[in-house]
């Protein structure tokens, strides 16, 4: 659980941006809006990365990936060093690490994690644990966050594991551009969590499909969930939202300039 300090008044939370070194429009958007929010604090909820091999890419010598990561790493370390930053792991991110995260000045959040702020607790997440319709994905996900699974994978030459990120991505997009049609959160799961942590509103990402959803009108406060947008700077129109929260006032939705 975070406990918000009492000198926080504003909160802002992001995810979904699927930064990587061929996006740079991006990646500029981002770096502009960490050196100018007003935040307290910033929680990013997954997938910060469109695909994340293993911390070792930051010493890969000249490759792209390697010296995008290592200027992504100096962003987070700019601004890790005037407030602090929360990060939960994507589906595409699951294997950032500890070390990557102390050297950026981020601080790991399970997925949940519970959030007391303004009198009120929202409960952070991520999204795709929520996605039960998606039964090969949950099978998929259960087998990846396996630590034994994770240590395999890691032991794998760099070379490989991007290889085998090129692939996975690679059939990604094809799904996308397909048409198929992907599980959105389960919302009797989703007040289950709310309830089993005391919460009033679930704030998540993965579906990229930014929405309130009212779920439970006759609860006081109302329980609500509350998606977060993707981020992309060459969408017409560009897609770089930040949810924030301040004390006294309701969350609102904050469109950033590409």
Not at 55 to 75: E, L, N, S
Not at 156 to 170: D, F, N, S, V, W
Not at 178 to 199: E, F, I, P
Request: glycine content about 6%.
């Amino acid at each position: 659980m975070v406990k918000a300090e009492p000198t926080w008044r504003t909160l802002d939370f992001i995810s979904d941006l699927h930064l990587q070194a061929g996006e740079p429009a991006t990646f500029a958007a981002w770096q502009r809006y960490l050196a100018g929010t007003p935040a307290d604090a910033l929680f990013i909820l997954g997938d910060l990365f469109e695909v994340w091999v293993g911390d070792d890419i930051t010493t890969a010598g000249t490759d792209p990936d390697a010296a995008f990561a290592r200027r992504c790493q100096q962003v987070l370390q700019a601004t890790s060093a005037r407030l602090p930053v929360y990060f939960m792991h994507g589906n595409r991110d699951f294997l950032l690490g500890e070390h990557f995260a102390e050297a950026s000045g981020m601080t790991l959040l399970p997925d949940p994690t519970a959030l007391d702020f303004d009198g009120q607790r929202c409960l952070l997440s991520h999204g795709d644990a929520l996605c039960l319709g998606d039964v090969a994905y949950q099978q998929f996900r259960q087998q990846v966050r396996a630590p034994a699974w994770q240590a395999r994978f890691l032991a794998k030459p760099l070379t490989e594991r991007q290889a085998i990120a090129r692939g996975l991505r690679a059939e990604s997009a094809a799904r996308k551009h397909s048409g198929a049609s992907y599980a959105d959160v389960d919302a009797a799961t989703a007040m289950t969590w709310l309830r089993a942590h005391g919460a009033s509103t679930l704030i998540h990402g993965h579906t990229h499909h930014p929405q309130d959803h009212l779920l439970d009108a006759a609860a006081q406060p109302p329980w609500r969930r509350v998606v977060l947008s993707d981020w992309d700077a060459l969408a017409r129109p560009p897609r770089l939202e930040v949810l924030r929260l301040q004390v006294g006032h309701a969350p609102r939705r904050v469109a950033l300039a590409a």
